[in-house]
């Protein structure tokens, strides 16, 4: 484990980027949080704001100097600062460009100057695209099927470029489908699990996009934070400068999850049981069907999921029922 480091967490304030803010300074490290708080919130990282060895900077990655400032002085960088969903990325593909890539690329330039260590990014499954091959293997990818898988790719492609050319240590973890604590149930673009939950939590009929037969590898908040400390702290060299699934290696369709949300939501509340799903259309840019194979993480990572859906979903519950 990673310990007394100095560590930068872009989008430190958002879901993934708080909880791991909050593992590293459990872990005594000394944390730089950079967001902008465009999709991060103040709440997630209220706790950590007296505690002094945590610093909150207050910008964009799409400044060159703001980049530069907050990793001055970092060992590790984890870079988990983007736009996400797809159907923002369809709805605004400028904006989303300028901060997946644009952004990427100043952390990039900014870690390299700085001679961090090694830096940590959130790459994202939906760079499979339209290949169909289950489970997904980090070397078999397909065409990109929205704006936002495309800036995901082509952050593995600078990566890789900056490992060769100079000397940088890159780690890309592509997630899939992370839900867990912090997760935010509101806005437009809200992950299904959340929004889901909140829904049913109201008593309101959660809608499905097409059949619900689409498939998807959900994986636990504590997962992530996981993967993200072993690509930190790993001293394997055939480890480094490569690109690891992130995930459980389960699939689950949209129609088994909200069975299970159903069954655990109702130990609170009975009448969640009789809750109707309501199904829509599908959504443009979705990926039919998602399954990691983790086999490259466990043997070069030694990764080892420590919580299956079911497992996360349960914790997942219990949090948002107070929060909610």
């Not at 949080?33 to 909150?56: A, H, M, Y």
């Not at 994986?219 to 001293?235: G, H, P």
């Not at 259309?281 to 993480?297: F, M, W, Y």
Request: glycine content about 6%; proline content about 4%.
């Amino acid at each position: 484990m990673i310990r007394e480091k100095r560590i930068l967490v872009t989008g430190g304030a958002g879901f993934i980027g708080s909880n791991l803010c909050e593992k590293l300074l459990e872990l005594n490290n000394k944390v730089v949080c950079l967001d902008n708080f465009s999709t991060g919130k103040k709440e997630n990282i209220d706790s950590f704001l007296s505690n002094p060895d945590f610093t909150l900077i207050e910008g964009d990655i799409r400044s060159s100097d703001t980049c530069r400032r907050a990793v001055e002085g970092m060992d590790y960088v984890l870079h988990e600062a983007a736009l996400g969903s797809v159907p923002r990325s369809v709805k605004d593909p400028l904006t989303t460009n300028e901060v997946n890539v644009s952004g990427f690329l100043n952390m990039l330039i900014a870690s390299r100057d700085a001679n961090v260590r090694r830096l940590v990014y959130a790459a994202s499954s939906s760079t499979y695209g339209d290949s169909i091959s289950l489970p997904k293997v980090e070397e078999r990818i397909g065409n990109p099927l929205s704006p936002y898988a495309v800036t995901k790719y082509v952050n593995e492609l600078y990566a890789e470029v900056f490992s060769k050319t100079y000397n940088m240590e890159t780690i890309g973890l592509r997630y899939f489908n992370v839900f867990g604590k912090r997760q935010d149930p509101d806005g437009a673009y809200a992950a299904v699990i959340p929004l889901f939950v909140k829904k049913l939590i109201r008593h309101e009929s959660p809608v499905i996009n097409g059949d619900g037969k689409y498939s998807r590898d959900f994986t636990y908040i504590d997962n992530v934070v996981q993967m993200n400390l072993l690509a930190l702290s790993t001293e394997n060299p055939a480890a480094v400068n490569q690109v690891y699934n992130t995930a459980c290696g389960e699939r689950t369709t949209l129609n088994q999850l909200v069975r299970y949300l159903k069954e655990y939501l109702s130990v609170f509340d009975p009448e969640i049981a009789r809750i109707k799903v309501i199904h829509g259309p599908n959504r443009v840019g979705d990926i039919p069907h998602s399954l990691a194979s983790i086999e490259k993480a466990e043997k070069r990572l030694g990764y080892h999921p420590g919580y299956n859906l079911k497992e996360g979903l349960k914790e997942t519950i219990e949090w948002y029922y107070k929060e909610l």
